[in-house]
């Protein structure tokens, strides 16, 4: 039985869309929303035959990993996320790489030679890789109005990763990898009506909407702080507006609190776009932190945290 567990966002589902497009197979499927990235425990090792893993950081899966390789089971490993110390296994192939204008889908291009180069471009642009996806854009040939329709098709599906639980999504992770890989050109998909690009735009514009009227907490030179409210729109677009901030000041570091049921916040930390590091080092040194360079995350942080949270943010982009 062969595993694939890959994050709910457009960078981990577009990852699997392409690398299935190019290499079909009969798969179990591990996933969730954005914030799950604990998944690789969730592999039966009496039952796995080989394992892929893509867009879920190393080195929150660790222990996971080495049952894994434990067992001897054939591990394909891409992500860009902090790995913390790789395993040397005979078993282990990894595609690992933390620079801050890369994302798995992109390495996933890299490693398959462009085969489905536009999943890639979309996904890039979902997760925010505007630059990056420009660029290869640029290279490939497309224009300014397909470029258009692969963001916004990028932006959709991350958006639609967002939430407490899968009952908050719009599709589920695992359902939406499986109507996305039936198009082997995503701007068939975009031009098809009615399809999944055209339900998510209408919800995600909906959210958006709501997301105007967000509160903000601090608001200096350097960073902007704002809060949403306890509610599942506010979860769906807790990324996606963070980029939203981002793309409109570039030089600023930005963070989307959301409040949860039990008095904490979910924290979207995105670095900023004219200085793309630090993001994770401020989120890992509060519990339930993590992420990368650019763009990292808290799910818990305690109420009483919060002006500690803002200082430690502020002081690492002074």
Known sequence: ?????????????????QLRLAEPKESTLITGVKRDIQLLQQVDTAKATSVTVLDVSLEKNIDALNDVLAQQIPTFYVDHHRSGTIPESS?????????????????????LEGAYVNWAIAAAFGDNMTHSAEQLAFKV??????????KALGIYINYNGYGRDVADLHFPPA????????????????????????QLEKAYHQ??????????IADNDVVKVVEL??????????GVFGNDLANS???????????????????????????????????VQFPTGGGRAGAAGINQLPQSLLNKFIDTLTSQYS
């Open 91 to 111: 078993e282990l192939k990894t595609i690992i790489d933390t620079d801050a204008n890369t994302c798995t889908s992109l390495l996933v291009n890299e490693y």
């Open 207 to 216: 959210d958006m909407e709501q997301a105007l009227s967000a509160r903000v």
């Open 229 to 238: 409210e306890d509610a599942a729109w506010a979860r769906r677009v807790s």
């Open 175 to 198: 359902e939406l990898f499986k109507k996305l890989v039936k198009y082997r050109d995503p701007l068939a998909l975009i031009q098809e009506t009615g399809s999944v690009f055209h």
């Open 249 to 283: 000041s570039t030089d600023k570091a930005h963070a989307v609190l959301t409040l949860n049921d039990d008095a904490t916040y979910t924290v979207s930390v995105r670095a900023p776009l004219n200085n793309k590091q630090g993001a994770d080092e401020v989120c």
């Open 141 to 150: 040939g497309l224009n300014a109005t397909q470029q258009a329709q692969l």
């Open 1 to 17: 039985m062969h595993y694939d567990v890959f994050n709910g966002d457009a960078d981990g589902i577009l990852a699997l869309v």
